[in-house]
């Protein structure tokens, strides 16, 4: 995309990108990760991307993709609303998502792995949380605030699915009965 957007395109895909409480950016929010406004956005986005994802991945593929989708949409909601004027682009609002459920698994679901886990992603990629700080510049600070609440809250909300016994049909009382 970053090819064809910036070789091809001139980089006028960019326009593409969130833009806070107009309709005309709501499309936005999914493209948004896809773009980028630079190679070096693009490159300083991938690694913790890959690595990141890769360890959401590495726990399931359906968890993979129910964060990042319910990322993507979440994060780029809440960027929608709390953005500055502009257009928002590039995956550090993806990013800061994998970041905020991979370290914040550990409080909602306490087992030693997931302990280590977010332990681990939290010494290794803690100092991202800067990110989520106003500067001045071109740097979406709301997007990476925003995706660091959507992982949290995704973690959250995967911990209580994990939790919540699911009643079968035929069973009286909302009980699991024993087959």
Not at 4 to 18: D, M, S, T
Not at 73 to 84: K, P
Not at 113 to 122: A, F, K, N, Q
Not at 124 to 152: D, F, K, M, N, V
């Amino acid at each position: 995309m970053f090819v064809v957007n910036n070789v091809l395109l001139g980089g006028h895909l960019a326009e593409y990108g969130i833009v806070p409480r107009h309709l005309a950016g709501l499309p936005g929010i999914l493209w948004s990760p896809f773009l980028h406004g630079s190679f070096r956005h693009l490159a300083a986005n991938t690694l913790p991307l890959l690595i990141l994802g890769g360890i959401i991945c590495a726990r399931g593929r359906g968890e993979f993709a129910v964060v990042t989708v319910a990322g993507i949409f979440l994060s780029g909601g809440l960027t929608w609303l709390i953005g500055r004027t502009a257009s928002h682009v590039g995956a550090s609002g993806l990013i800061f998502c994998y970041f905020g459920y991979l370290a914040s698994l550990a409080l909602f679901n306490r087992k030693i792995g997931t302990l280590v886990l977010s332990v681990i992603c939290i010494v290794g990629y803690g100092g991202i949380l800067r990110g989520i700080l106003p500067t001045g510049g071109a740097i979406s600070w709301e997007a990476h605030l925003a995706g660091l609440t959507a992982g949290i809250t995704l973690a959250w909300l995967m911990a209580k699915v994990e939790k919540t016994p699911v009643e079968q049909s035929g069973q009286g009382g909302g009980k699991l009965g024993v087959g």
